[in-house]
């Protein structure tokens, strides 16, 4: 599969080099095997970038939003077309495997569009009426585009970050400069030539390429008004210092430490299907995931003697096999760190109840269970990004909502019960921005997501996305004459 791009970066509707820029490569996870060379941005390219974005917004703002939207979802379209292409280039970045890619990322990333098209019509103001009868004052809202935004993806879901990013600010008639992880550079080069093949004039949709450095670039410039981060919790305690001297508007998707509470009324085997898509799927790579699951006390052996064999029939292995389940970590410091976030939680008193090794050769962790983790172990504590599921028990209702409530972050949750008035009642309690019930880590485009608490500030997805990449001006209406004592 042919995987070096035409070049390394997307501005104003063409491909192109910086001569300036360091070079760095791409690598396939599962052998290590380089699939593209590429150079980082300069400065000079991120002020071209940002010129260009500049240069295009007005112009992009002023097309009506049916036809935003009719772009939009012609690119939905493409991306549909082109998703075995995409999802391939995905596995080769990313490790992760075909099976999963296949529906989750360029599939994920088309609905978004799809979405965000058909919203882009829809956007309204409202009136408000301030009294005197027909032919009194009143005033009116307008949502109007926020000017040019600076998107920075994280390197697990590249092509899918990029969209849920790119699709809400296009729709509002934003123009973006996207930088994507420089682990995962490829798909979002895709997605700018999708775009333009859907008709998005120049300029609105760009990409560079780099690492922190040029993204604290973008945060930086004075050309961007907005900067929309998925990353780690320290990485957005950067971007929103280094955006507070332009005053710019922040959107923070950051990482988590999530909670599942399984009560003892619970469907088992549904709440295990649950722990295990909300900890094994994409390696444990994913923000979102449960890596707490709470078991009611009453039901813990049997949930852990489930969990155990369900665990080992994972399929591990190449992630171009379709039939491959899971697939190798995305480098060798992630691989490190999870290693090692192991062997803490077996030094710390966790018993490891499946896994807990390397497999093979190359970056491949064991999908691995400890048991008996109480709250202050490491494991318990930090975000791990890997597959490796923390087993907690409790008796209580109080007692769990105190403990899963008991972190910094607050990204999601998930309560597996079939006493639904409890189901409810204990999300209400639960400090976390998006939450299942009976279910987890389902995402669809119409449910906002997003995290409280360190894990993040606003939404992606769904009707809330659009306050995020527009700004409200509010505007009265003299029906009469100005009441003024001078
Ligand atoms: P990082 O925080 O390391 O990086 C995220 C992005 O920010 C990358 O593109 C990175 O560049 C860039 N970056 C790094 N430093 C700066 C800076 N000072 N200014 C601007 N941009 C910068 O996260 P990872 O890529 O390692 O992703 C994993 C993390 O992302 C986890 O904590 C996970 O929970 C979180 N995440 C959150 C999600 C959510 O929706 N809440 C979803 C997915 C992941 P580069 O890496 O190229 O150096």
């Known amino acids: 599969m042919e995987t070096q791009p035409t070049a390394s970066h997307f501005i104003d509707g063409t491909f192109l080099e910086d001569p300036e820029g360091q070079d760095f490569e791409s690598s396939y996870p599962a052998t290590g095997a380089v699939i593209a060379r590429l150079t980082a941005a300069s400065a000079a390219t991120v002020d071209k970038a940002v010129a260009a974005a500049r240069a295009a917004q007005p112009g992009w703002a002023a097309t009506s939003p049916a036809e935003r939207g009719r772009i939009l979802r012609r690119a939905a ?35 978004c569009l799809e979405y965000f098209g058909a919203l882009a019509a829809g956007l309204t103001g409202e009136h408000i009426d301030l009294g005197g009868g027909p032919g009194g004052s009143f005033a009116y809202t307008r949502r109007e585009p926020l000017g040019v935004c600076a998107g920075i993806g994280a390197w697990n879901y590249p092509i899918q970050v990029a969209s849920w990013k790119a699709a809400p600010a296009l729709a509002c008639g934003t123009a973006m400069i996207f930088k994507p992880s420089e682990t995962t550079p490829l798909t979002a080069l895709k997605l700018a030539e999708i775009l333009i093949e859907a008709g998005l004039p120049k300029g609105v949709f760009n990409v560079v390429q780099g690492a922190g450095a040029t993204g604290a670039l973008l945060t930086g410039h004075p050309g961007v008004d907005k900067v929309s981060v998925t990353g780690s919790v320290p990485t957005g305690r950067k971007v929103m210092a280094a955006a507070s001297d332009g005053l710019k508007h922040v959107t923070l998707e950051l990482g988590g430490k999530s909670p599942i509470i399984v009560f003892e009324d619970a469907d088992i085997e549904n709440a295990i299907g649950g722990a295990m898509l909300g900890n094994f799927y994409s390696s444990g790579q994913i923000c979102s995931n449960g890596t707490r699951v709470f078991v009611h006390r009453a039901i813990k052996e049997r949930f852990l003697e489930r969990l155990k064999q369900r665990t080992e029939t994972i399929i591990l292995g190449d992630p171009m096999d379709e039939n491959t389940q899971m697939g190798p970590v995305v480098t060798r410091a992630q691989f490190d760190k999870v290693l090692g976030y192991i062997e ?71 309560v597996f019960t079939k006493d639904l008035s409890r189901g409810h009642r204990v999300v209400g309690r639960l400090e976390a921005g998006t939450c299942w019930i009976n279910a987890y880590n389902l995402t669809p485009i119409e449910m906002p997501f997003g995290g409280v608490k360190h894990s993040g500030i606003g939404r992606e997805n769904g009707h809330a996305a659009i306050q995020h990449y527009t700004q409200m001006k509010a505007v009265y209406v003299e029906m009469g004459n100005v009441d003024s004592p001078y």
């Open 344 to 414: 803490t939680g077996s030094s710390e008193g966790g018993r490891l109840v499946t896994g807990g090794a390397a497999s093979g050769d190359g970056l491949f962790v064991q999908p691995t269970v400890f048991a008996d983790v109480t709250d202050g172990m490491t494991i318990a504590q930090e975000e791990i990004f890997g597959p490796v599921m923390c087993v907690l028990d409790f008796e209580e209702e109080d007692e769990v909502v105190a403990r899963a409530n008991a972190t910094q972050f607050g990204l999601a949750a998930g």
């Open 77 to 111: 379209d493409l991306m549909r077309a082109r998703n075995r292409e995409l999802s391939e280039l995905e596995t080769l970045d990313t490790g992760k495997p075909l099976q999963e890619t296949l529906v989750a990322d360029a599939a994920s990333g088309a609905d």
